[in-house]
């Protein structure tokens, strides 16, 4: 009863055929770009990589072989498992973790000032500051962020300047830059949504706790915090999606020992052109994700209506 009373609350708000239009390009985005997408790349890791001549002929049935070459290796290897490609993708998964407690660690501050303060020029000012560069390709971001880091980059060139190293310090392969462009890349998707829920925080509550003599840490922990809770889950969600998934910066920033799992996917699809070891592990990562973002959900009892608000 509840559902078809939002349904037409929102004909209602919107009128028919503005809500037919909204409602068919919700339902366009979502079956045609994104699911259907992920469910034919789902039967393609299934698959065995067949010439084209074969496909749709008696060989080509489902299998669990692009499933088991990445926890075991190719028939016949020494070893019992694919230590390589799974030290790969645990290694993107905890950076990517580190990213975004990184991003949160930065961003929670800032979010609290912004959200806290009144809205004068300044605040504005400083909000289109922090968006201006992201007008900027990311790939041309992350270029600019190994300049930055380089042997004879603007950091080191500093740092030798004033005599704190006598040569170049090794950011790349020390992956400091990976890590950086990865917050950077993703730092905003991380600060908005703490920065739109601290924002609607009644600040009388704020200074009723300060009047009853709570601490600065008590206050956020027992009152600023748990208002914020939807804003930091929805941050964290994205920023550990999007760092888990990226190439771009992995591919420009990574060092010569630090391989991120997306890498991996982009050779099976580009380098060996076997689309369907690339659908299996693309499948993976998707579904490791997902089951980490819904247990830390649970853990920290956050609800997708959380999220979405």
Not at 38 to 52: A, H, K, W
Not at 282 to 305: D, E
Request: aromatic share 14%.
């Amino acid at each position: 009863m509840k559902k078809p009373m939002i349904f037409s609350e929102f004909f209602k708000n919107n009128g028919a055929v503005m809500g037919g239009i909204l409602m068919f390009l919700v339902v366009f985005w979502i079956v045609v770009l994104i699911l259907l997408p992920q469910l034919s790349m789902l039967d393609f890791s299934f698959r065995y990589n067949l010439p084209p001549a074969d496909v749709g002929g008696p060989k080509d049935v489902y299998t669990l072989r692009n499933y088991k070459f990445l926890i075991f290796g190719p028939e016949g290897a020494t070893g019992n498992y694919n230590t390589v490609d799974l030290m790969v993708f645990v290694r993107t998964i905890l950076a990517a973790m580190a990213v975004t407690v990184m991003n949160l660690i930065l961003c929670y501050p800032l979010a609290y000032y912004l959200g806290q303060s009144k809205g004068t020029g300044f605040i504005r000012l400083l909000v289109v500051m922090l968006v201006v560069p992201y007008w900027i390709n990311e790939i041309l971001r992350a270029f600019a962020l190994r300049i930055i880091f380089g042997d004879v980059g603007v950091i080191n060139g500093l740092m030798m300047q004033v005599g704190l190293i006598d040569q170049p310090y090794d950011f790349i392969n020390a992956d400091i830059a990976l890590y950086a462009g990865l917050g950077y890349a993703y730092i905003l998707l991380m600060l908005f949504p703490m920065y739109n829920v601290i924002e609607s925080l009644d600040r009388n509550q704020i200074e009723a706790a300060r009047d009853m003599g709570a601490s600065w840490v008590r206050i956020h922990r027992r009152v600023v915090i748990p208002h914020a809770k939807p804003g930091i889950a929805s941050g964290m969600t994205m920023v550990f999606m999007l760092s888990a998934g990226a190439l771009a910066a992995p591919q420009v920033l990574g060092g010569t020992s630090s391989l991120w799992f997306t890498q991996l996917v982009y050779q099976w699809f580009n380098d060996t052109l076997n689309w369907q070891q690339g659908a299996a592990y693309a499948i993976v990562l998707l579904v490791a994700s997902i089951a980490i973002v819904l247990t830390f959900m649970k853990i920290f009892k956050v609800n997708m209506g959380d999220i979405g608000k």
